[in-house]
């Protein structure tokens, strides 16, 4: 028998915000959390200047020397979620309350300074421990570990794009098996402009670099690349029998997941890979296509991968289903997109309405028809697919359920 995973606690932190609030106001005012970032025309070679910083500030504790910024960022979210369902400390430091969590890398900062230790320096003078466990990928996920005294299982999902998706699917296998009662799920990612090269060097980063809010324009015809973000959310995912027996508060349900591989190429996404997981998460949740009426889409105003994914889902859904990227507010978060994509997209199926994508001015004539949602419109639906795809040829799909 298998459990049904609900979902008691959310929050996050993004470029947009962490009240929920504030960012719905953002998304209804098609407002852009895009940024020119100074000291960045210091790299040489670089053609991008844009970012979507975390602006709000939050504690970064010198009390936590293991954690780097992408850590402090997962634990703000991870906190606030716990908060959310009402969840101590006392409750989770048991052996049946695990973690899944991801990110793309650990803290870039991190990183450089034991690298020009080791290779530039040559010595070890000054070097600590912490440097090391604030640059390791796993980083979120054991330091959230620690820091909430937890004894289940801890998987660290580390699969760029997907990192925060997988750590919500990670999660809700294991409650699904019955192997936990509790998973704190999700993913963060730290803004860095190393991150932001990887791209520049693939020529898919945007270079609007005097007119922000103007990009990324996912779909759109006139689109020249993402703009690299950051930020982090958690999910509380919980057994529906337990949750029950503590009289948890329950905000929405998981009921599908999936997750695969291209085995094409590193960088180029295959629609048929993108296709494939999509009806694998549908059948997972035991749903037909038709009950899906939007998707929340990965969307990063890339070529490739906005036509392939267009592709994808128009071959799934046909014509008629919504389709928006909120990355054309955020920019693109890496290892925390789909953790905070799953979170905003819970929110919005509770209060029964979806986002525009901004900046969608023209459709390229190569995606697919699709409903390209170009205005906030209500949303009677009771699922909503929040996909994503990484580098590597990884996607994921997940499906969620409006509680009632």
């Known amino acids: ?15 947009l915000g962490s009240d929920w609030a504030i960012i719905r106001e953002a998304l209804l005012a098609k407002q852009s959390g895009i940024r020119t970032m100074p000291g960045w025309e210091q790299l040489h070679g670089l053609q991008t200047r844009l970012g979507a910083p975390v602006l709000e500030e939050f504690s970064e ?23 959310s369902a009402a969840l101590s400390r006392e409750q989770i430091a048991r ?6 969590y991801g990110s793309t890398s650990g803290s870039i900062p991190a990183l450089q300074i034991y690298m020009a230790h080791i290779h530039r320096d040559q010595e070890l003078d000054g070097l600590t421990p912490d440097v090391f466990t604030q640059a390791v990928a796993d980083t979120c996920a054991i330091n959230l570990a620690d820091h909430f005294g937890i004894q289940g299982r801890v998987v660290s999902t580390c699969s760029a794009c997907t990192s925060g998706s997988q750590g919500i699917g990670t999660a809700y296998e294991a409650v699904r098996s019955g192997a936990q009662d509790i998973m704190l799920a999700g993913g963060g990612e730290q803004l860095h402009v190393m991150a932001s090269a990887v791209f520049d060097i693939l020529f898919a980063t945007s270079t609007r670099n005097s007119e922000p809010e103007k990009t990324p324009r996912p779909f759109d015809r006139d689109r020249d690349g993402l703009v690299v973000g950051e930020g982090a959310a958690t999910l509380v995912l919980e057994s529906l029998t337990h949750a029950e027996a503590r009289g948890a508060r329950i905000l ?8 695969n ?14 296709e494939r997981v999509i009806r694998l998460a549908l059948r997972d949740s035991k749903l037909n ?5 939007y998707v929340n889409a990965h969307g990063t105003a890339t070529s490739v991968g906005d036509i392939a994914e267009s592709q994808a889902t128009a071959a799934v859904f046909g014509s008629n289903i919504a389709i928006s990227s909120l990355k054309s507010y955020m920019g693109h ?26 900046n969608l001015d023209h459709v390229d004539p190569m995606c697919a028809p699709l409903d ?9 639906g009771q699922f909503i697919m929040s996909n994503n795809f990484a580098f590597g040829g990884v996607n994921t799909s997940l499906i969620f359920k409006k509680w009632s």
């Open 1 to 15: 028998m298998t459990e049904r995973v609900v979902v008691t606690g959310m929050a996050g932190i993004c470029p």
């Open 61 to 83: 504790s010198a009390e936590l020397p293991s954690m780097g910024r992408v850590s402090l960022l997962a634990r703000f979210a991870t906190e606030r979620a716990l908060h």
């Open 95 to 100: 052996p049946r309350v695990g973690i899944a």
């Open 252 to 259: 929405g349900e998981l009921v599908g997941y999936a997750s």
């Open 261 to 274: 591989c291209d085995g094409t190429h590193v960088v180029n996404p295959s629609p048929d890979g993108m």
């Open 289 to 293: 296509a038709d009950a899906i009426g």
């Open 333 to 358: 978060t890496l290892g925390a997109c789909g953790a905070i994509e799953a979170w905003l997209s819970l929110h919005m199926l509770q209060e029964g309405w979806i986002p525009p994508t901004i």
């Open 372 to 380: 390209y949602v170009l205005e906030p419109r209500s949303y009677r």
